[in-house]
């Protein structure tokens, strides 16, 4: 047999796969085309039924069959290819359906599971990472098994800003329990008119993710796995034990303080102990996966399981998790069925929660202190004298086992009937359950002459999240000649519960960790959530003549945490969309567009995520005191905070202007959104005085926000002969702006850098939203006249403790005093400009991708550095503090002085740091080995790559990394908090992925 | 399903308009307002508060580790430290729940004395909110209703005259109504001592010397029976609580659960670790703060009739005597880590081996009650109202109930008015050292630059007269309240 593989130009190809096989003689044997885009086999056994598969990445694969070899005759084929780059015609998933993307009004971004095959993450949300623009992901810190943040066009509201997760049609708390094998595609719904269909939680967009399915055909199998390193990136430059000792007797001296006595003779204390080399190690990284997939016409499956293992790079620390998912449809006759059944098993082996983060205290740690004392209860040694308490963090990630176990259930099942050719009803049940178990065992020990636990002590704690969801849609889809309707009328019911219990005991005798062991005061508590959601949902989409849709969509929703008044909300939204490329006047044009689309969109949102009850004021209970002769506790009880009866759904309107076009035979494709949503009654528990006696700010509805953007993405595909190349790019440019507050438009503070300390973010009406404000510096008093001489208006001393090395603030009020007044804007925590690239190409055999990302124009306030660089604290301090002022080195640090009578530490711009950086994120270099080679031992592909995770960034950010994952408040954005960090780890692991 | 799926009744906790009932809801109010008063990080009574209350005294130094307290000890604290801002939320969030008790007790099924009772016991336990807020900060937002809506929310200060006249009126209508004692399961509520007590005071510190010397003679006859402990040292351990020298006192316990910072939950502890927090690190102490040289000296310039030091000095400090011993070891194996020449003994639970006392898993927390107010400084507050009221003859009976407790001679008779006062602001120093009146009493006497520069406190060099005298407004109250103002000098 004889052959030629051309594309539709009628070129030859080379490196193209071609495989034979016989289903009846359960032959097969595979070649590849020569440069002229030959193949051939020769010595084929006489028979019938041979097929011909051909593949080639770029191409549609194409299969010939039915073939019939005669003995001793010849057999000529010719095959044309057909390049696969119209990314139009992808299928693109949007709430209760699926779209063509040349058919969407809505702006949506999708990227397909397996352009994330080619990254070395464990996590889904993590690939994610630069891949599509508007989508901002942030890393919650490198802990295994952490999490990530999401935002999805800039922070429209000042509460929760994380989307609406959607898997398989279920809504979920999170995604990073998934397998990222598992995923079909990510499909992000960012505009109102493509998220309104999911109505009252859209407001931070909706990411919709579908899990693959079976195909008809052939028993398939795919085998992944991969092993890792990882390795912290950088560490902090802190000083050794005589440097130290020496910082410090210098401030000690300049107070006129008693010199520390574990100081007293730097020459002799050496090195020190290196804490952070003693936490941090080299932590390996393996997972594994399998699937499972085929089908018949009526019935298709896809069942998957996998395993990844994942120690931590500081000591102690891992995540585990076991995945099995299910996926199956059967049609016969009217009736459509089908499941999703996923089961993740989640372990996690923490950073101990009591005694502050480990990490932050190994840069804290004096060098002059010891990691082991064989003699101490617990075995580790530890810090003495008048220090500040920071634990010997080896001994609390020894002493402290803090561990948290999660098993979560996704089903979804669903029936849909044909009720005509073009009308069907689907029923659909969804239900998630989450359960998990934290333990934390904290055994006895005497670690220095700080920290004693005298008895062990067990809290265990369990709790349980379940989600119940009843969805009955009717969908009706019809074409009339020219006119293409799809109407979507929904009802849907959704409840949500929670419980939690905790026991802990202490007293347990060594050795034995069961509640039943201890012998000391026993304690429990335990507690409740429910919640539910009622919504009625419709969606016209008609298109005309394949130029002209229109989507008009529809949601009315009912939720528990509003008062009887404020239930419900109306989430309407409108949307044109406009093929030009298919009008007669576009024909010039059609040389170099394949496709043209304008897409214009309104429409309102809701966000309601708050916490349940908000708006009924409650009754605190265990106030309690002791009273009485015997001193027993008297139980307490009394409404301690407030709350707003009144609150109501926020809302948001969005306008989008976006084009989606290809170019140049569909080489080039682009999509580029123009966007501006106002949030209104953003909800959000705004601090009031403490002078009203709350001891929490209530939930209200506190005001609006406006945030406008430019985002676009681009991807153009070629080759140079064998050479064929992706390159993509994503670019967002988002601002923000408030513009009203709650009660009197009173600002908003927060970001407070240290456990003490002024704020450092102001986020005021006119301004964009956690705006950093700080007190500016302006150089060092060189001498006492400088002090002297810098005078108020009226002649006061402005820093009347100052003293020659103090450092001069700027009292930009002009009051004459440095206090709060005295705080300008110096920069945003939000970048000017986020971007990613991604570049992928292969040649003959080879791979390989590169993912670079990165953001420009934000600040990060490092307060971190505020502690290390202030030698006001009997901890350990940055390197940067040799260099400290004295009367022979005039310096840009101030000088050693351990009472800081000038607060040189206090809150100021001395701190904030630009926060750009750019990331190589990821790089794989991929090795396909040839069908011929492995058809013995009946393996269809193999691919081996090694690959490497933030193999570096660039950066002038001094902290651990730029990308500083802070979760929590929106607030407190921006702000490089090392009391709940973990760096990230840079990771180089290889793998290989094969099919049978 | 139904439109009643959307209607979720909260099922941890009773909700505000179905509370207030019965006598059970009113007496859970009254006890999570006494909650406050000791409440963990915040309480003026809690550990922290001890430590703010007494750190700006000439007879106290803290060390520099937790840095705000430092701040405020050394006078470079500035309005946006936390500890300061936690005191004065705590003093609001007592007023304010003492102002639902007022508001409420209505609502509730109860006899008219018992009602009156109790709402004598919210005013008592509001004025001293108050009495807290005025001599710390000055000027404060007179709050004494309950906002109806959000735009109450803001509130400007009232002057300190106005705060001091709703201090009078609280207290005055809480000594009317409550009961000179409670016994049993009772014990350690507000008594009618403790109200005109705090009124006494309340009219010494605002200088009414003519009032507060009425006020506080009451005091002295039935139908109280308050007298001084004979061993001054019972006042300060958890053997002789609530004794017949104490007029209030908060109720500290190693009861309820095993943590300080479980919050509004069973598990908290109702003791502090206030006693852990003093103790030097040989004995499972934080160290936090220590006694300047110049408390010692003071106590060193008379010695008692036996010619032996003061029973006082004893009972407040450990020095190196011969013979001294500290958590049963000698005072030599102790280091003196903050250059001065003593450590307290007064408040510590000195006499066992160390600082883990407590039963639970937590085990430093400690069981003894803070001595808000005693009789003696009732006795000395009176000597001094009578001193300064120009009645100096009538002050010497009171004096000296003091001074022959602590077995020294009566004091010579026929002094003159600024004689008598040094006798009382030297007697006062050695008292209540510790106790949190130090930096009050110099302030209302006018000393505290004089006082501060000649002691040996470290950060004296800082102090600001006036600036210092109060603390700022904390800054998020700033940020907050559309209508605060700064104090003067901040």
């Known amino acids: 047999v004889k052959g030629i593989v051309r594309n539709e130009k009628n070129e030859n190809i080379a490196g193209v796969s071609v495989t034979v096989t016989n289903a009846k003689t359960q032959f097969n044997a595979g070649v590849q085309t020569d440069s002229s885009g030959v193949f051939s086999f020769s010595n084929l056994p006489p028979g019938n039924g041979y097929s011909f598969t051909i593949s080639s990445v770029g191409y549609e694969s194409q299969t010939l069959s039915g073939y019939q070899l005669k003995p001793g005759a010849t057999l000529s084929v010719i095959v044309k290819l057909k390049e696969v780059t119209a990314a139009l015609n992808d299928v693109v998933v949007v709430g209760y359906g699926t779209s063509r993307r040349k058919d969407l009004t809505g702006a949506v971004a999708s990227v397909k599971g397996k352009d994330l095959v080619t990254q070395g993450v464990n996590s889904v949300e993590k690939s994610l990472q630069g891949r599509l623009p508007g989508v901002a992901v942030e890393s919650a810190g490198g802990d295994p098994g952490s999490g990530t943040r999401i935002l999805i066009r800039g922070v429209g509201t000042l509460g929760n800003a994380t989307p609406l997760y959607i898997v398989d049609g279920i809504p979920v708390a999170s995604i990073s329990n998934l397998l990222p094998g598992d995923i079909e595609s990510i499909d992000v719904l960012k505009d109102a008119s493509a998220a309104a269909i999911y109505g009252s939680r859209a407001a931070n967009g909706v990411v919709l993710i579908s899990t693959k399915t079976g195909k008809t055909g052939k028993t398939q199998i795919n085998f992944a796995g991969n092993y890792g390193l990882q390795k912290i990136a950088r560490t902090l430059d802190v000083l050794d034990a005589q440097q130290w000792a020496e910082v410090s007797n210098q401030a000690h001296d300049a107070a006129g303080l008693p010199r520390l006595d574990i100081a007293k003779n730097p020459e002799q204390l050496g090195k020190g102990t290196d804490w952070q080399k003693e936490i941090f190690r080299t932590a390996p990284v393996q997972s594994y996966e399998m699937n499972i997939s085929g089908g018949s016409d009526q019935t298709k499956y896809s069942i998957s399981g996998g395993y990844l293992d994942q120690q931590g790079i500081v000591k102690v620390t891992g995540y585990s998790r076991y995945n099995l998912r299910i996926r199956s449809e059967t049609t016969k006759g009217k009736f459509k069925i089908g499941e999703t059944v996923l089961l993740s098993k989640e372990n996690w082996n923490r950073i101990p929660s009591s005694g502050g983060n480990p990490v932050g205290g190994a840069a804290k740690s004096i060098p002059v202190f010891e990691v082991y004392d064989p003699t101490a209860l617990g075995g580790f040694s530890g810090a003495y004298g008048p220090v500040v308490n920071i634990i010997n963090p080896v001994a609390q990630l020894n002493l402290i086992k803090t561990k948290n176990e999660t098993n979560s259930v996704l089903l979804n099942l669903y029936a849909e009937y044909g009720i005509t050719k073009d009308l069907k009803y689907k029923f659909n049940v969804g239900h998630t359950l989450a359960s998990g178990t934290g333990y934390n065992y904290t055994q006895r020990y005497q670690v220095g002459a700080l920290f004693s636990n005298p008895t062990n002590v067990l809290n265990e704690s369990q709790d349980q999240s379940k989600m119940l969801l009843l969805e009955n849609t009717l969908n009706y889809d019809k074409t009339f000649g020219r006119h293409k309707l799809q109407v979507l009328v929904g009802y849907t019911m959704q409840k949500n519960s929670y419980r939690f219990w905790s026991e802990s005991n202490n007293n347990l005798p060594d050795g034995l960790d069961v509640q039943d062991a201890g012998s000391g005061t026993a304690s429990v508590g335990g507690n409740r959530i429910e919640s539910a959601l009622l919504s009625q949902l419709g969606r016209i989409v008609y298109g005309y003549d394949n130029r002209f849709l229109f989507t008009g969509s529809f949601r009315r929703d009912g939720s528990s945490r509003f008062g009887k008044n404020n239930r419900y909300g109306n989430f309407p939204s409108l949307a044109a969309g406009w093929n030009l490329s298919e009008e007669k006047f576009f024909t010039p044009l059609s040389k170099v567009f394949d496709a043209f689309k304008l897409r214009v969109s309104y429409g309102e949102l809701g966000n309601q995520e708050i916490a349940d009850y908000a708006y009924i004021p409650t009754i605190a209970s265990n106030a309690n005191y002791a009273i009485g002769t015997d001193q027993h506790k008297w139980f307490g009880a009394i409404q301690q905070a407030f709350a707003d009866p009144n609150i109501k759904w926020e809302n948001t309107k969005t306008v989008d202007i976006g084009i989606d076009a290809a170019l140049f035979n569909n080489k080039l494709n682009i999509t580029a959104d123009y966007f501006k949503k106002k949030s209104t009654d953003v909800l959000l528990n705004v601090p009031i005085p403490g002078s009203v006696g709350s001891v929490s700010n209530p939930v209200t509805n506190a005001g609006s926000i406006e945030n406008h953007g430019v985002e676009v993405g681009a991807s153009y595909t070629d080759r140079i002969n064998k050479f064929k190349y992706t390159i993509g790019a994503t670019a967002s440019v988002i601002r923000n702006k408030v513009l009203s507050l709650g009660e009197g438009n009173q600002p908003i503070y927060g970001g407070q850098p240290t456990q003490n300390g002024a704020s450092t973010t102001v986020t005021g009406v006119g301004g964009p939203v956690t705006a950093f404000k700080l007190i500016q510096t302006n150089g060092i008093f060189n001498s006492q006249e400088e002090v002297d001489n810098y005078l108020g208006k009226n002649g006061q001393k402005i820093q009347p403790n100052a003293a020659p090395g103090d450092i001069r603030f700027v009292d930009a009020n002009g009051d004459g005093k440095i206090d709060d007044n005295d705080r300008v804007y110096c920069g945003s925590p939000f970048p000017k400009l986020e971007y990613g690239v991604n570049f992928a190409a292969s040649w003959n055999n080879f791979d390989a991708a590169v993912v670079v990302q990165g953001m420009y124009g934000n600040s990060i306030y490092n307060a971190f550095r505020q502690e290390l660089e202030s030698m006001s604290y009997e901890f350990n301090y940055s390197t940067a503090t040799l260099n400290a002022w004295t009367s022979n080195n005039h310096s840009n640090i101030p000088r050693a002085i351990i009472s800081d009578p000038n607060v040189n530490d206090r809150t100021s711009a001395r701190f904030l740091e630009s926060g750009a950086y750019v990331r190589l994120k990821s790089l794989q270099l991929g090795y396909n080995f040839s069908p011929a080679l492995l058809q013995r031992a009946h393996i269809s592909s193999l691919r081996a790559y090694i690959s490497c995770d933030n193999l570096f960034t660039i950066t002038s950010y001094k902290g651990y990394n730029p990308d500083i994952g802070r979760t929590g408040s929106i607030f407190d954005r921006g702000v490089d908090f090392v009391f709940v960090s973990y760096p990230l780890p840079r990771v180089v692991s290889f793998g290989i992925q094969m099919s049978f | ?490």
């Open chain 2, 1 to 490: 399903c139904s439109k009643d799926t959307l209607d979720k009744v909260n099922p941890n906790v009773l909700t505000s308009d179905t509370y207030w009932k019965n006598e059970t809801d009113v007496l859970q109010a009254m006890a999570a307002t006494y909650y406050l008063l000791p409440a963990y990080n915040s309480g003026y009574w809690s550990t922290r508060g001890v430590e703010v209350t007494n750190a700006r005294g000439d007879d106290f130094f803290i060390r520099n580790d937790v840095t705000d307290l430092y701040k405020i000890s050394t006078f470079i604290n500035t309005a946006d430290n936390a500890i300061v801002t936690n005191i004065f939320n705590n003093q609001y969030q007592g007023i304010f729940k003492a102002n639902q008790v007022l508001a409420n007790i209505d609502r509730a099924a109860l006899t008219d004395d018992k009602k009156k009772v109790y709402l004598a016991e919210a005013k008592f336990l509001r004025g001293l909110f108050f009495f807290n807020l005025v001599i710390n900060f000055g000027d404060v937002p007179l709050r004494i209703s309950i906002p109806s809506s959000s735009s109450d929310y803001n509130l400007a200060k009232s002057p300190e005259a106005d705060v001091w006249a709703q201090i009078y009126k609280d207290f005055t209508e809480a000594a009317a109504d409550l009961p000179v004692a409670w016994s049993g399961e009772w014990l350690g509520r507000a008594t009618k001592g403790a109200a005109l007590g705090y009124l006494g005071k309340a009219y010494l510190y605002s200088k009414d010397y003519a009032n507060a010397a009425t006020t506080l003679h009451q005091l002295t006859a039935s139908p109280f029976a308050y007298a001084l402990r004979k061993n001054y040292e019972d006042n300060f351990t958890d053997a002789f609580e609530n004794n017949e020298e104490s007029l209030f006192e908060v109720q500290i316990q190693d009861a309820g659960g095993p943590y300080f910072w479980a919050g509004n939950s069973s598990q908290l502890a109702l003791g502090t670790f206030t006693a852990q927090e003093f103790a030097p690190s040989e004995v499972a102490g934080w160290f936090e703060a220590a006694p300047t040289d110049k408390l010692l000296h003071e106590f060193e310039k008379e010695k008692t009739q036996s010619g032996d030091y003061d029973p006082r000095m004893y009972a407040t400090l450990v020095w190196d005597y011969p013979g001294a011993t500290y958590y049963n070891k000698p005072f030599k194996s102790f280091a003196l880590w903050s250059g001065f020449h003593s450590m307290f003994r007064k408040y510590q639970n000195w006499k066992k081996d160390n600082e883990l006392t407590g039963s639970n898993g937590s085990s430093f927390v400690t069981s003894i009650n803070e001595r808000v107010l005693r009789y003696a400084d009732v006795l000395l507050m009176l000597a001094e109202a009578l001193t300064m009221d120009g009645k100096v003859g009538e002050a010497y009976p009171y004096l000296n109930q003091v001074r022959n407790r602590a077995n020294l001679a009566p004091f010579p008779a026929g002094t003159d008015k600024d004689k008598m006062m040094a006798e009382i602001r030297h007697q006062r120093m050695i008292e209540f050292a510790r106790e949190g009146t130090r930096f009050y009493d110099l302030k209302r006497w006018g000393l505290l630059q004089q006082e501060l520069t000649n002691s040996d406190k470290v950060g004296r060099e800082f102090f600001i007269p006036k600036k210092y005298d109060y603390f700022p407004v904390p800054q998020a109250e700033i940020n907050t309240n559309h209508l605060a103002e700064q104090n003067p000098n901040w």
